[in-house]
């Protein structure tokens, strides 16, 4: 598999560049899926530091280590998210790098963007095609290109094989999503947690699967955080989801799930080390655990909303009134 040409596009203008600093700017879902991708930074870069912001709290915090050094990775799926749409603008004004990843290439993200990184969305589309897929892609191309990082070639043989993977993980656990479902129906709330390159799925799924899509009030806690002040909530009665990594902040979780087992009842474990990664190279495992976390939390999301006659579509307030 070779580079999307739209990502090589981005990496051949960051290798003219001396590029100090990245950026990474969204808002909700497309949000937290730069989290992994931050997580890689922070791991691979040595010479590269990144953050992650809101798009309106990246504008009106305006970094001052925003400049012509920097990239700055945006997403929007539909490309009309407005804050995200300022935040392409403002980077560009401060002489960054902008690349934008976003479903339509003729969104008003598109055209406030320097590099617009288009992918597929809705209906069957190959992992290796996803927004994951590209988004990965690009970071590890940046460190390729500026540091000679050799993963992006891990990367790269493994994305053909991820819908082998996903396929088997989403069968493997399709008997626990049903069983999730009856069980945490009437729960008014459920909490999340994670760390690492997995933390941004716990975050998904609090804030889009079951706060907006299931109005049930929900948390995304740190596993690092978990014993300073949120463990006190935890009790018989208390609905936990925990996510299990492969990076190198999985002990953060293992404490929280010795805790969990300890002292609560509803519990949801889900644990990338059962996951069958046949074509994921060794050295990339780690970060591609979420990619299939993301997949397989996604049924447990759709078989929720069956039993709570809640569907994922519903809203109250987004795209109805003024906000």
Known sequence: MVVNEHVQRVLDAVKEREIERVFFVACG???????????????????ITSDLYSSNE????????????SLVILCSLRGNTP??????????????????????????????SEYVIPYPWGGEVKAEESNYAVLYQLVFG??????????????????????????????QFAPTAQKFAVDFKDESVIYTMASGANYGIA???????????????????HAGEFFHGPFEILDKESPF???????????????????????????????????????????????????????????????????????????????KVAY
């Not at 749409?85 to 401060?94: C, D, L, Y």
């Not at 799924?205 to 049930?216: D, G, R, S």
């Open 142 to 171: 940046v460190l390729a290109v500026k540091e000679g990082n050799k993963k992006l070639d891990s990367i790269l043989r493994t994305l053909p094989h991820l819908d082998s993977v996903y396929a088997k993980a989403k069968q």
């Open 58 to 69: 990246f504008i009106h915090r305006n970094p001052r280590t925003l400049n012509e050094k």
């Open 203 to 221: 975050y998904m799924f609090a804030i889009c699967f079951l706060m907006e899509m299931q109005w049930k009030n929900s948390h995304a806690i």
């Open 241 to 319: 989801i925990l996510f299990l990594g492969l990076d190198e902040t999985r002990p953060l979780e293992e404490r929280a799930l010795k805790f969990l087992r300890q002292y609560g009842e509803k519990l949801l474990i889900i644990d990338a080390k059962d996951y069958d990664f046949t074509g994921v190279e060794e050295d990339v495992k780690g970060y591609v655990a979420p990619l299939v976390l993301n997949q397989v939390i996604r049924q447990f999301a759709a078989e929720l909303a069956k039993e709570t006659k809640h569907p994922l579509e519903t809203r109250r307030y987004m795209w």
């Open 83 to 112: 804050e995200t749409v300022e935040a392409a603008k403002f980077a560009r004004s401060k002489g960054a790098i902008t690349a934008s990843m976003t479903n339509l290439t003729d969104s008003p993200l598109a055209q406030s």
């Open 29 to 47: 879902g497309s949000s937290s899926l730069m989290y992994s991708s931050k997580y890689i930074l922070d791991r691979e870069a040595q010479t």
